[in-house]
T-cell receptor, first 109, second 117 residues
Framework: RKEVEQDPGPFNVPEGATVAFNCTYSNSASQSFFWYRQDCRKEPKLLMSVYSSGNEDGRFTAQLNRASQYISLLIRDSKLSDSATYLCVVTGGSYIPTFGRGTSLIVHP | GAVVSQHPSRVICKSGTSVKIECRSLDFQATTMFWYRQFPKQSLMLMATSNEGSKATYEQGVEKDKFLINHASLTLSTLTVTSAHPEDSSFYIC?????????????FGPGTRLTVL
């Protein structure tokens, strides 16, 4: 089993739709969780950290479920500019980050 | 956020030559920097962890003699691809860790696209 798994997609949604991605991790000792966004041929950019209590930033909501070992990202009112690959990142006690393969999102008019 | 620069952004070289890539944290000190490689449509693969003042820790399968890493200061790490071959052509990305706690984050440089002819 891979350490961090994501559905590669693509998720193809219309503008204004709500879309959610999940990411599962295998190491129960994982400590920090992040969502990054990567545009084609660009470097990943931090979208948001994921806290135990969940957190929201505008149209984006991230949640952590330690019992089931997954994190989620919810995007409301999708924009064309949200089209990108969303990477799940998990770190352990030694802070060695492990990346998921990414989930591709395509928002169409 | 934080700013991490990477230079050069693109390099084309002949097989057998060595290529040096620099990664700098511009507005913070980074005790740890990471080097990744990403092939088309693949996820980022961690190559090595670079700690200031000590030897880099390489991931399994990454040749330390081929990918030389030097973390000379708290703001600079370099990756040298020695005797590059066409199969080394890839997108190389560095990141710098900001902070020292478990909730700190890493910020990425813009990447270096290496093409070996």
């Amino acid at each position: 089993r891979k350490e961090v798994e994501q559905d590669p997609g693509p998720f193809n949604v219309p503008e204004g739709a709500t879309v959610a991605f999940n990411c599962t991790y295998s190491n129960s000792a994982s400590q920090s969780f992040f969502w990054y966004r990567q545009d084609c041929r660009k470097e990943p950019k931090l979208l948001m950290s994921v806290y135990s209590s969940g957190n929201e930033d505008g149209r984006f909501t991230a949640q952590l479920n330690r019992a089931s070992q997954y994190i989620s990202l919810l995007i409301r009112d999708s924009k064309l500019s949200d089209s990108a690959t969303y990477l799940c990142v998990v770190t352990g006690g030694s802070y060695i980050p492990t990346f998921g393969r990414g989930t591709s999102l395509i928002v169409h008019p | 956020g934080a700013v991490v620069s990477q230079h050069p952004s693109r390099v084309i070289c002949k097989s057998g030559t060595s290529v040096k890539i620099e990664c700098r944290s511009l507005d913070f000190q980074a005790t740890t920097m990471f080097w990744y490689r990403q092939f088309p449509k693949q996820s980022l693969m961690l190559m090595a962890t670079s700690n200031e003042g000590s030897k880099a820790t390489y991931e399994q399968g990454v040749e330390k003699d081929k990918f030389l890493i030097n973390h000379a200061s708290l703001t600079l790490s370099t990756l040298t691809v020695t005797s590059a071959h066409p199969e080394d052509s890839s997108f190389y990305i560095c990141s710098a860790r900001k902070g020292t706690g478990k909730t700190d984050t890493q910020y990425f440089g813009p990447g270096t696209r290496l093409t070996v002819l």
